[in-house]
């Protein structure tokens, strides 16, 4: 998975979105007709999901199966302090702590993405010509299916 972050992110720095967004791809593809072109599992759901590196498409259904309705105490403290050892003893090698969460790899590569998406729809935009403000437009809207909706604010 490492040397695929590496290359996104490289890319990304030196602008170059659309490599960018073709290797992130590679791992995450939130492009993937769900509903219409892949198979339906037990209960309607989808058996595929936008995640196209097995790990993380094992690791989508399993959370997507067990809908995170109920949380073990207990293991959940044993892992947090599995996580600080390991934080302690590697300092500053914060890949060592994420190695045990592959979840904060999920998570970076789905906001590198929007966050790919809306530096290249601000290239088009800041064009400012008839062509490019659509290309800006759509990769604007990309990047809001990606991300979701708001969510609800607390008082």
Known sequence: MHPVFLAVDRFFATQ???????V?????DPTIDIEGTTSKGPEGSSSQSCWRSPPFLEMANDITQSGNSTVDLKKLTEEMELAILERRSHGGLVHATARGRPQA???WIVMKYAEILIAAGDVHFRKGTLESLPLATQRYVEAAHVLGPKPPKVP
């Open 105 to 107: 790899y999920m998570k």
């Open 24 to 28: 992130a791809r590679l791992v995450f």
């Open 16 to 22: 170059q979105f659309e490599e960018a967004l073709q």
